[in-house]
């Protein structure tokens, strides 16, 4: 587990020239991944698909995280491995499994909160492994933990965490990214709140939430992330709550009547996307993500982007790729809270042109 000081100990993050695997490249997130790494860190970067293809700017493999042969094959001297495919409520733990057999470090861009226990569970049973695991590291949790983290600094207690994500009606549409939302869509799934476990239901109890412009104010469903079962231990918490919600109120609407239909959904994901991409000309591409924390004070912790905001889930795996490359190890599981510090956080986001904002509410 990682100490929570941050990455600062190791060094500045240095130019390495190791091996990294990206699994799930030619997918929307893995394209925004391949963009960062390219830009932040000077890799030897390989990009596995299931069918042949080719590039300019990296090497490419065959490999399907259902076939473990072909996974062994693209393994094949890599220093970090990262999972950008999904939606991850369908994948296998294989890459993860095969990554702490050979001691290769691993991340991925989990959001579902199966999943990212499941890897988890591999890790605490592969103890002696020296790869370091890092399951969820994009916008939650490891985002949204890092932080919670920094706003209940210097807190006696902790009672509330309230995260909300605020989309830009213009960003991801492609089928993984609906299906990932529509997965909680009127299913029932347990959160901490007044320091006990109590089912919910996913796409209900709508809050606004009010970000630093040009977002500003949003509304926000509760939808299940691992944050409700990680968070209420992590940082002491008695309630523990995350909403997203879409920029146009019309959308919101639409999917509060599916909510109540009961159904699960995700086997619509593709039609979804066709009706959302009807409204796609309306909105704007900034977005964000908030953490309130309330304990003997409130403050609140903003990252937003004033343009092309999904590339704000791909960050945390970019930077801790930058990391690993450099030296950093951290063997085991790592922590969500503290794996950087304030100060870091605030130069990785200037670096990409992201705003970073701590208040007291």
Known sequence: MSDGRGLAKHGPFGRGSRRVLVIGGRGYFGRLLIEDLLRHTDCDLVVASRRQFRSKEFNTVVADLWDASSLERALTDVTVAICAAGPFQTLPTTLAELCLKRGIHYIDLADDRGFVQKVYDLARRHGNSVSAVCSGWSTVPALSGLLAGIASSGMRTVESIQIQMAP??????????????????????????????????????????????????????????????????????????????????????????????????????????????????????????????????????????????????????????????????????NSYNGWLTEHELRVECERRGFQFVVERA
């Open 168 to 333: 830009g009606n213009r960003g991801a549409r492609r089928t993984g990214t609906i299906a990932s939302l529509v997965h909680s869509v009127g299913q029932p799934f347990t959160i901490c709140r007044n320091g006990r476990f109590e089912r919910v239901l996913g796409w209900s109890e709508p809050r606004d939430f009010v970000f630093p412009p040009p977002v500003g104010k949003r509304r926000g469903y509760l939808i299940d992330v691992p944050d409700h079962e990680i968070f209420p231990a992590l940082f002491s918490a008695r309630t523990v709550e995350f909403r997203a919600g879409s920029e146009l109120q019309i959308l919101n609407g639409c999917i509060s009547l599916l909510c109540r239909t009961k159904r699960n959904w995700v086997s619509w994901s593709g039609l979804l996307r066709r009706a959302m991409g009807l409204l796609s000309w309306i909105g704007h591409d900034w977005g964000g993500i908030g953490v309130e924390v309330s304990g003997d004070i409130t403050r609140r912790a903003y990252l937003t982007a004033e343009s092309r905001a999904e590339r704000i889930a791909v960050m945390p795996a970019s930077v801790m790729t930058a990391a690993f490359l450099c030296g950093v190890e951290n063997p085991g599981v």
